[in-house]
């Protein structure tokens, strides 16, 4: 089992800057990949990035340029940067991590407003 608890999310205006963090705790050995997805209101959830123990990232096409994620495998933690941030941006965003085994993680959900 893996337990995440993400941080960092806000109200902020469109243009501004957030970082997102999550921490994980338990069967961190199982872990491959971390990832951050996010939901906005009446719509599915959906990947933003996610970075490989490698080091190796994919970023949505809707995020490249303005968000990075970034990991410390030695903390357990991936974070995410998100810069020139814009309305439709606003969604709770979920940590996700990805084990050896197949089975998914997922973090209770932080809430990013953006506002006009």
């Given at each position: 089992?893996v337990?995440l608890?993400e941080s960092?999310g806000?109200?902020?205006?469109?243009?501004?800057?957030l970082?997102?963090s999550?921490?994980?705790?338990?069967?961190?050995s199982s872990?491959?990949?971390?990832?951050?997805?996010r939901?906005a209101?009446?719509?599915?959830?959906?990947?933003?990035a996610y970075?490989a123990?490698s080091?190796s990232?994919?970023?949505a096409?809707?995020?490249?340029?303005r968000?990075?994620?970034?990991?410390?495998?030695?903390?357990?933690?991936?974070?995410?940067q998100?810069n020139?941030?814009k309305?439709?941006?606003t969604?709770?965003?979920y940590?996700?991590?990805?084990s050896y085994?197949?089975?998914?993680y997922?973090?209770k959900?932080t809430l990013v407003?953006v506002?006009?």
């Amino acid at each position: 089992q893996v337990q995440l608890v993400e941080s960092g999310g806000s109200l902020v205006q469109a243009g501004g800057s957030l970082r997102l963090s999550c921490a994980a705790s338990g069967s961190i050995s199982s872990i491959n990949t971390m990832g951050w997805y996010r939901q906005a209101p009446g719509k599915q959830r959906e990947l933003v990035a996610y970075i490989a123990r490698s080091g190796s990232t994919n970023y949505a096409n809707s995020v490249k340029g303005r968000f990075t994620i970034s990991r410390d495998n030695a903390k357990n933690t991936v974070s995410l940067q998100m810069n020139s941030l814009k309305p439709e941006d606003t969604a709770v965003y979920y940590c996700m991590c990805g084990s050896y085994s197949g089975i998914n993680y997922w973090g209770k959900g932080t809430l990013v407003t953006v506002s006009s």
